[in-house]
């Protein structure tokens, strides 16, 4: 695992979070100065994020700089490294799975990451810690969600038949709703025969 940590650790919390609900969050500021984020009654200033990197931008020159463009499937935010923390975070690439936490910053009309912490992770952390928040979210399950569920995994399961089906992990991630939910509608579609397992975990549509 490769783990780098730059600074002194302030001691407010680190929410998990995803990014999707960092978004939706209220943004209070002072003047241009970010205070903290307000979100389920809480004061944000630090996070814990995993996420995929999908962009990686450094500049080049006097003045050193680095970003990262994350994205977890809820949505996308940056990571900004300034000066000599370069350094500690050139060996983090495009592609990899990373766990960040940092402490959230807002300049010229964008909140981005400042972080303090960036630790690969296995892809499959994704999915992990997408269970592991919805776990603390009371399930608030209408007719009309369940349908829409329904409705977007037949529309992801049809779109993906070309490729030769589905894995249920990627439905999870992407659709956001409650795994719980996800699943039970997957079986739903193999009970009636709307879809079939080729293997475990891939699913196919038969219509």
Do not use: C, H, W
């Not at 990262?68 to 996308?76: E, K, R, V, W, Y």
């Not at 923390?85 to 940092?102: A, P």
């Not at 810690?129 to 399961?157: F, G, H, S, T």
Request: a negative charge; aromatic letters at 6%.
């Amino acid at each position: 695992m490769q783990e780098i940590q730059t600074g002194t650790m302030k001691r407010a919390t680190a929410y998990k979070l995803r990014i999707g609900d960092i978004l939706s969050g209220k943004q209070i500021l002072e003047g241009d100065k970010f205070n903290f984020l307000e979100l389920g009654g809480k004061q944000i200033i630090r996070v814990n994020v995993v996420a995929n990197i999908i962009d990686k931008f450094e500049s080049e020159g006097e003045k050193k700089y680095l970003s990262f463009t994350l994205d977890d499937a809820s949505g996308q935010l940056r990571v900004k490294v300034f000066g000599d923390d370069v350094d500690r975070f050139k060996e983090i690439g495009q592609g990899q799975t990373v766990m960040v936490i940092g402490k959230l910053r807002y300049f010229n009309n964008e909140l981005y990451i400042l972080p303090e912490i960036i630790k690969q992770q296995d892809p499959r952390y994704l999915l992990v810690r997408k269970l592991e928040l919805e776990k603390e979210k009371p399930i608030e399950i209408n007719k009309e969600e369940v349908k829409a569920v329904k409705d977007q995994i037949i529309e992801m399961l049809k779109e993906a038949e070309d490729s030769g089906g589905i894995d249920t992990d990627k439905l999870i991630m992407e659709i956001k709703a409650s795994p719980d939910i996800i699943n039970q509608e997957v079986q739903k579609l193999l009970e009636e025969g709307l879809a079939y397992e080729p293997r475990p975990g891939k699913i196919r549509y038969l219509g």
